[in-house]
């Protein structure tokens, strides 16, 4: 009965930023790995960036380094992802997921690693 909520996706436009989060519900593990992944429509479903509670270690896709940072905030139960320098290629469907393991950085940003999605939330770059 584990659930993940996103939202704060919305219509920006090239340059702005957006923040989305993900709310935890119903959790009783203390480690376990927390990703954002998005699809574009006709595409893959591609990693973006991703966390680790034991540790806070994260890793970022080349295509948004320096751009996107995740972030929690243990007490809310909530990962944040602030997207700043937004462009019309970070248009998609965003998801957050999590796994109940503290995954090496090597596979934190691979779909298949992941049990646990959230329903998503639409990101729209345009101007």
């Known amino acids: 009965q584990p659930q993940l909520v996103e939202s704060g996706g919305d219509l920006a436009q090239p340059g702005r930023s957006l923040r989305l989060s993900c709310v935890i519900i119903?959790?009783?593990?203390?480690?376990?790995?927390i990703g954002w992944f998005r699809q574009a429509p006709g595409k893959e479903r591609e990693g973006v960036s991703s966390i680790r509670t034991f540790d806070d270690e994260t890793i970022y896709a080349g295509s948004v380094e320096g751009r996107f940072t995740i972030s929690r905030d243990a007490a809310k139960n909530t990962v944040f992802l602030q997207m700043n320098s937004l462009k019309p290629e970070d248009t998609a469907i965003y998801y957050c997921?999590?796994?109940?393991?503290?995954?090496?950085?090597?596979?934190?940003?691979?779909?298949?690693?992941?049990?646990?999605w959230g329903q998503g939330t639409q990101v729209t770059v345009s101007s």
């Open positions: 997921a999590a796994r109940r393991r503290t995954l090496t950085k090597t596979v934190m940003l691979q779909p298949p690693e992941y049990s646990i």
């Open positions: 119903g959790f009783t593990w203390e480690y376990y790995t």
